[in-house]
């Protein structure tokens, strides 16, 4: 399994979103030049940037699914699921490129519509919400990162956890144990 | 049988660079230290073939925060002594209100 029901539900809102730019941008900007037209059509663009601002939650929606997922071991091609994210955020951003450039030609015959501020912050939210989900998500090791692995172990490069996690927390090792123990039994009072 | 789970170096510093509380810091150690060796073939799920990496993720709820949780996805490979099991990255996510 790929893509959740969220993560469909996602992809469903920018895949229509993202067709009904493109139907628009068929429309052609001659329309414009008819002044109730181009009206209503400034009247809909401001709609459009109201959803489009949404874009990040709807992408937001799409990483919790997917990492609540992994974390409840229902996702079998963990590639396959980053794939089908990457192509959400990808048309995510095409989006707004395209709603900010319908902007900018409206700005051009003269009708200023507000939004692209909103549009491009949307947009370097989005980016920052992608960099830390692919950042997360566990990806294949290489074939020399799985060599180089197997020759650390035998060079015993490997720290045990109890000295490892007291340096994390910087106490030595007792210190940490007593820790855990304290901690495991506030867990069971 | 009992593995001996080791990570690698730079591994321990990234998650001394998560900034993690004690009490999330311990529920870590746990998964890996007490968790993780008893069943590794439970918990353990298999990577791409053919290099034999594994994943073990895993969540919790934060112990001083309901509204935050915690979320780890670390990966490791076998040693070829079919007793250690060597951590090789790790990564962490963490979410509010979810």
Redesign the interface.
Known sequence: MGINTIGRISQRQLRTLEEALEAAHGDGEDSWKDEKRRSAAARDLRRIVRLCLRIPETLNDLV?SS??H??A?LIDD??ETAREVREEFNRGQRILTRVIELIEKFAAHGDSIQGTDELRDASERAKRREA?FF????R????E??VE??E???RG??????E??A???GVDRET?LR??EE??RARKA | MSYRVTVQPHVGRKIAGWGLSDGVLVEVWINLREVLPTAPTMFLRRASEPFDGMNFEFWMVDPENRFRVHSFAFQAVYGQDEETILIVRGAYMRREGV
């Open positions: 919790d990492i609540d992994l974390m071991h963990r590639e830390e950042d997360f998500w566990p294949p090791l290489t074939a990162e799985f692995a197997q650390a172990i035998q490069e490997g720290i045990e956890l109890d490892a996690f340096q994390i927390a940490w820790r855990v901690r495991k």
